[in-house]
């Protein structure tokens, strides 16, 4: 609380605003709106923010994942400040800034084989930790994959509550999906999941493209776009690290942008190392939501006008709802079983002993967004009378 009294609003952004300062520059930011083909102007402080969305301890959580990821950014620009445009691999400790992009090494197995012989020395492994910890983190604060995953998780639950109306009828379970709950304990596992994901990111092959000058990346709204291969255009939605996705693209600001490869090559589709900004940048525009933002609205246009109709060009994010709902009921079993075998024996044959019950879940069971699994259920509330254990089975001789 304020010392008058008043609440203590706090504004937090979605995007880091470090990041949406690199874009501005000093200036206001340019935006496009999807739904509606209109331009205006934001600034990094507005863009995006929401207010009091989650608690301190959530937003010292990220914050923890922005700063030294931040710092990290800026070593590695820092690095490649002088550099000509173009493709490098990050790797080794010295810079090779000339020569060709890429080398043709033939074909093997009907791909023609490229590699980068330019590149630049590669961060540290902790600098390599903080980018990928941040693209995990910008990954999963995109509004609509924060969206997608309270669907998903709607899904699931509607498959668990009607699995635990069958086996365990009169129970009462605390799986909320409706209201901030829900959101709120996904906000929880953020930093969670982004350390989890952040050695596979780190220990992948890195690229950076530095743009040549005069020309720029967009940044939009979903700023970590996943890809198949880089000019597939009607490429579709993939998580971050699925056996389909072949680059991540995690942009430092408009000139420079880190291509990152979880299965260890790039396929390209069509282009040429020349042609990745522009395909880097319609990724921007099909992965966002709903805005991109850039330092000129040249930058933007450039994009718009390489699509047919901009405003129905869109990734959607596609989870498999209906394989939610089988989820939920398989996990469900699981756990109605762990209730029945090791707290009540065999199902007794009166009225249940957990009728009116609660079944308390210490945090939701299933991580849906990365890989399935589940934890234990928490003790029954006191008032639940618990059931005698049932004498051990003798086992009978076949007649």
Request: aromatic share 8%; with cysteine; net charge neutral.
């Amino acid at each position: 609380m304020k010392a008058d009294g008043q609440a203590h609003i706090v504004k937090q952004h979605v995007i880091s605003e470090w990041l949406l300062r690199a874009y501005a520059g000093g200036r206001p930011l340019v935006r496009y709106d999807k739904r509606t083909g209109e331009y205006d102007t934001t600034t990094p402080a507005d863009f995006l923010t929401e207010t009091d969305a989650h608690s301190e301890q959530i937003e010292q959580d990220i914050q923890g994942i922005e700063t030294p990821a931040s710092a990290a950014a800026q070593r590695l620009r820092k690095r490649v400040i002088t550099v000509p445009p173009g493709l490098y691999a990050v790797a080794g400790d010295q810079p090779v800034t000339s020569g060709p992009e890429t080398v043709d090494m033939g074909v093997y197995e009907q791909t023609r084989l490229l590699v980068t012989p330019r590149t630049i020395p590669s961060p540290s492994m902790a600098d390599r930790l903080a980018l990928a910890r941040y693209a995990a983190l910008m990954f999963q604060r995109a509004p609509k994959m924060e969206a997608a995953l309270l669907d998903l998780r709607r899904a699931i639950n509607e498959g668990a509550t009607a699995a635990f109306d069958r086996l365990l009828p009169g129970l009462q379970t605390d799986l909320i999906v409706e209201g901030p709950g829900p959101f709120i304990e996904r906000r929880q596992r953020i930093a969670t999941v982004s350390d989890t994901v952040a050695p596979r990111l780190a220990e992948a092959n890195w690229w950076l493209y530095r743009v040549p000058d005069g020309n720029s990346f967009i940044l939009g709204d979903s700023p970590v776009p996943v890809t198949l291969s880089p000019g597939h255009e009607s490429d579709v939605w993939h998580a971050l690290l699925s056996d389909t996705t072949y680059a991540a693209v995690l942009p430092l600001g408009p000139l420079y942008a880190v291509i990152m490869a979880p299965q260890r090559i790039i396929p390209i589709t069509g282009i040429t190392p020349d042609d990745l900004p522009a395909t880097i940048n319609r990724m921007m525009l099909r992965w966002a939501d709903r805005y991109v933002v850039a330092r000129e609205r040249a930058h933007i246009e450039a994009v718009v006008s390489t699509v047919p109709d901009a405003r129905q060009w869109d990734v959607p994010i596609k989870m498999g709802g209906s394989e939610a709902v089988r989820s939920g009921v398989r996990m469900a079993h699981r756990i109605a079983w762990e209730v029945l075998i090791k707290r009540g024996g065999l199902m007794p044959p009166e009225r249940p002993w957990w009728e009116g019950c609660y079944l308390r879940f210490s945090r939701f069971p299933w991580a849906t967004e990365d890989r399935p699994y589940w934890v234990a259920a928490g003790a029954l509330p006191a008032p639940c009378p618990l059931p005698k254990a049932l004498p051990p089975r003798v086992r009978g001789r076949a007649a």
